[in-house]
């Protein structure tokens, strides 16, 4: 049976790292994913402009999801860094839920380190009781049944570690998932050098592929590869995990993984 899968990140970019090998492997066994930055991603550069940049990651976003065959690639119009727990952003998001009619919802988790991510991630959750309002948007029709509403890997361990509740094995879509990681140049080439490895004059500049996800693998294939160790297994070398979330539509631990089979 055909199954739909959203997946919620506060950047551009965000949803790749987060769900895109899955993807990947999901909509190749026909199954729907769409991906939506919930910020313009305006802020994620040390040279650009917010009027530079925000066209331009929204074409990286395009490219990425070309690749994936995603159903819809969508970049809301909240200012990056400067997200708000407002209204109409949850109205914004119950719509959305509710148009698309996913059997999961994947996002954050509450204790992610980025206020966007945070925010974001409380923001989705906001909107699990209230799909089933009808009086709520009413523009909008409540969907047959609630997603199941899950998170996805980060490494953080306070107050707790995330759990492994389900994976998906990316083993052979790696390559691609750092494909879909390298769309996104302005962002792993760019600003995240910068910001975070003190890189100040980095350039990809004459790189060829092989350079490029030797790069990506060093810098980010631990996050791939830390969640395949906590599959106990199930995944040799590399995958992408998912804490199940009590909000939405409630299901057993085994029902929980079947979704995630393609």
Known sequence: MQKKFLVFGAHPDDPDLMFGGS?????????IVKFVSVTNGGAGHHILSEEELIPRRY???????????????????????????TLKNREDITR?????????VITHRLCDYHPDHRITAQLVLDTSFLLRVPHFCPDTAVPDHNPVF???FDAF????????DAYVDIEDYVEDKYRLVDCHKSQFY?????VD???????????????KMEYLEKHWGWRFKAQAAMTNGKAEKYAEIFEYSPYGRQVSPEEFQALFEP
């Open 190 to 194: 760019e600003w995240l050098p910068w």
């Open 157 to 164: 361990t306070d107050p707790r570690p995330i759990r492994a």
């Open 150 to 152: 899950a998170y996805s």
């Open 59 to 85: 074409n990286e976003a395009q490219v990425s999801a070309g690749i994936i065959g995603l159903e819809e690639y969508q970049i809301m119009d909240n200012p990056d860094g400067r997200l708000e727990n």
């Open 96 to 104: 959305i839920i509710r148009n698309f009619r996913p059997d999961v």
């Open 197 to 211: 490895l003190n890189e100040k004059n980095f350039s990809t500049d004459g790189w060829s592929w092989k350079q």
């Open 23 to 31: 993807a990947l492997k999901l909509t190749k066994a026909g199954h």
